[in-house]
C-alpha cells in the first residue's frame, strides 16, 4: 500500500469515527421518545416497599435489600395509558385482596359520653310555713322517707291559726251578722278565704263545720307523692313564716346532665333519643329523649350541657349517680357509604381504589364527608353507588400506583398520556362550568349575608335552604377582599 493510501485511510478514519459518533448519538435522541415503548415491552424489575427502584435485571434493592419482583408488561403500559392498575390472579389470592360494594343508606352516629343523674326540677315541692306557730308533732322526721300526696306530715300550733278557726266557727250560726250588719254569708266567705291562705284544705274547712269544734293545732298534709331529700324541722320547734320545713322529689322521672363537644352540637335535637347504662346494672339501658340543650359554653370545658329526661321505674336511676349517655344522631336518610378500611389518607387528599374487570384497578380521589357508626364513611363526590372498592391490599395498589408515577416522570413531557377525566354523579351535584377544570373550587350560598361561609361540596345552604354554587377560589379570594375594602374604607367627605 502507497504512502498516498496510508494517508487516505488516515483520513477517511476520522470521518468514519464521526459520522458513526453522530449516528448513535442521533439513534439516541430518536430512541428517547420509545421509552414508553421499551418500557412496555422490556421485563422491569422493582421493590416492593420502595416503588421507585426500577432496574432491568433481578437483583436485591439497594435500599431495603428485599429481592426485586417482576414487573407485569400490562401493569406498566394499559395502566399508563388507561389510568389503571393491573394485578394477576394469582397475586390477588396471594395479597388476600377484598372488596366491598359502595352503598346508599342511612348515615348513623352514636355520641357517647358521661353524664350525672340529677332530680327533675319541675316535680320538686317545698312545705314552708304559712303562719308562725310551734311543731306539736312530726309525722315524717326521717330524711329520705317516701310519702304520698295527703300524708300527714306534721301537727302546727299556731295563734294565729286559732284565731282564723275561731272565726269561721262563729259564722256557723243561722242568725249570724258582724256589728255592721254583714250577711252572714259574706262573713262566713270571707272567713273561708283567711283558712285558705293559712293553707287549710277544702276538707279541713269542712271538718271544723261538720264537728263544730275548733282545733289547737293543724295536720300539714304532703302536697306532692316522693321522697323527702331535705327536713329542716324537729318535734316542738319554733317556725316563723316562710320557713322551708321540707323538700319533697318525685323521682318517677329523673334528668341526666350530660356534657358535649362543641364538634357533637350539629348532632343534637330536642327529642333525640338517647341510652343510659349504669356501671351496677351492666344488663340493662334506659332509654330518654334530649329536652333540653344550654345556649352556654362552658369556657373551660369547651362543652354544652345537654339535659334528658327519663323514665324511672323501681327508681333505679338515682341523683347523684354517674352515668354512661348514648345519643343516636341520623346524619342523613340516604347517603353514599365507603368502609372506612377502603380510604388511603395521605393528608391533603383521599384516595380509594375501584375495582374494574379483567383485574385492574382505578386510583379515585374522594371527598368525604362525616364518619359513621360500623366504620362508615359518608362520600360526597367521587364514588358512584355499587361501585366496588378495595378494602384489604390497598397498599399494594398503591406502591403500583407511585410505581406508576416514576415511570410517567421518566418519559418526555410528550409522550405522557394524560388520563381522561373521570365522570363521577352525586346527588344533588351540579356539573361545574369547563372554566373551573384546572382551578380549585369552592362552593358558596347565593345570598350575600352568607357568602363568608364557603363549602368544599355540592348541596344546600343549611341557613337558607338555596342552593350552593360553584366559584373558583381565586374568584372567592378576590371578592372576599374586595367587600372587606369597601366595608372598611373610610369615609370621603364631601
Not at 437 to 455: F, K, S
Request: aromatic residues 6%.
Amino acid at each position: 500500500m502507497t504512502a498516498k493510501n496510508k494517508r487516505i485511510r488516515f483520513v477517511v478514519s476520522p470521518l468514519l469515527v464521526l459520522a458513526l459518533a453522530g449516528g448513535f448519538l442521533m439513534l439516541e435522541i430518536r430512541a428517547k421518545p420509545t421509552l414508553a415503548t421499551a418500557a412496555a415491552t422490556k421485563q422491569l424489575y422493582t421493590c416492593g416497599m420502595d416503588p421507585q427502584v426500577i432496574q432491568d435485571h433481578p437483583g436485591k434493592c439497594l435500599i431495603c435489600g428485599m429481592t426485586l419482583r417482576p414487573m407485569l408488561p400490562s401493569a406498566h403500559s394499559n395502566a399508563m395509558d388507561q389510568s389503571a392498575i393491573v394485578v394477576d390472579a394469582v397475586t390477588l389470592q396471594n395479597m388476600g385482596f377484598r372488596s366491598e360494594p359502595v352503598r346508599r343508606g342511612p348515615l348513623s352516629r352514636v355520641i357517647r359520653t358521661s353524664g350525672t343523674i340529677d332530680f327533675d326540677e319541675t316535680r320538686l315541692a317545698d312545705v314552708t310555713a304559712r303562719f308562725r306557730g310551734w311543731i306539736d308533732k312530726l309525722y315524717v322526721d326521717s330524711t329520705g322517707q317516701q310519702v304520698r300526696r295527703g300524708d300527714p306530715l306534721f301537727e302546727i300550733h299556731s295563734p294565729e291559726l286559732y284565731s282564723a278557726e275561731m272565726e269561721y266557727f262563729l259564722t256557723l250560726g243561722p242568725a249570724a251578722t258582724n256589728m255592721s250588719g254583714m250577711p252572714g254569708n259574706t262573713m262566713k266567705a270571707r272567713a273561708v278565704a283567711k283558712l285558705k291562705l293559712f293553707d287549710l284544705s277544702d276538707e279541713q274547712i269542712a271538718k271544723i263545720e261538720h264537728d263544730r269544734e275548733v282545733r289547737k293545732s293543724l295536720t300539714v298534709m304532703a302536697p306532692a307523692d316522693g321522697f323527702i331529700t331535705e327536713k329542716a324541722v324537729v318535734q316542738g320547734q319554733m317556725v316563723d313564716t316562710g320557713v322551708k320545713l321540707y323538700r319533697i322529689a318525685d323521682l318517677e322521672f329523673v334528668w341526666v346532665q350530660a356534657q358535649i363537644y362543641e364538634q357533637d352540637l350539629p348532632f343534637l335535637k330536642l327529642g333525640q333519643e338517647a341510652d343510659v347504662s349504669l356501671s351496677y346494672l351492666p344488663d340493662r339501658k334506659f332509654r330518654g329523649r334530649v329536652s333540653h340543650i344550654y345556649p352556654i359554653v362552658d369556657e373551660k370545658t369547651r362543652t354544652v350541657k345537654v339535659r334528658m329526661e327519663f323514665h324511672n321505674p323501681g327508681f333505679l336511676l338515682k341523683p347523684g349517680m354517674f352515668a354512661t349517655v348514648e345519643l343516636q344522631a341520623e346524619l342523613a336518610a340516604n347517603a353514599l357509604l365507603v368502609p372506612e378500611s377502603a380510604v388511603l389518607r395521605s393528608g391533603q387528599k383521599n384516595t380509594v381504589f375501584v375495582v374494574l374487570e379483567g383485574g385492574r384497578f382505578e386510583p379515585r380521589t374522594v371527598v368525604l364527608g362525616a364518619q359513621g357508626e360500623r366504620d362508615v364513611l359518608q362520600v360526597l363526590s367521587g364514588l358512584n353507588a355499587g361501585e366496588r372498592v378495595v378494602t384489604s391490599g390497598q397498599f399494594m395498589l398503591d406502591s403500583e400506583s407511585q410505581l406508576r408515577e416514576v415511570i410517567q416522570k421518566m418519559l418526555p413531557p410528550g409522550a405522557t398520556n394524560s388520563p381522561a377525566p373521570m365522570a363521577v354523579t352525586t346527588p344533588e351535584a351540579t356539573p361545574a362550568s369547563s372554566a373551573f377544570a384546572n382551578t380549585n373550587i369552592v362552593y358558596l350560598c347565593p345570598m350575600e349575608e352568607h357568602m363568608a361561609i364557603r363549602y368544599d361540596h355540592v348541596g344546600k345552604c343549611p341557613l337558607c335552604n338555596m342552593t350552593l354554587v360553584p366559584v373558583s377560589e381565586a374568584n372567592y379570594n378576590r371578592t372576599v377582599e374586595e367587600k372587606w375594602h369597601k366595608e372598611h374604607s373610610p369615609v370621603k367627605e364631601l
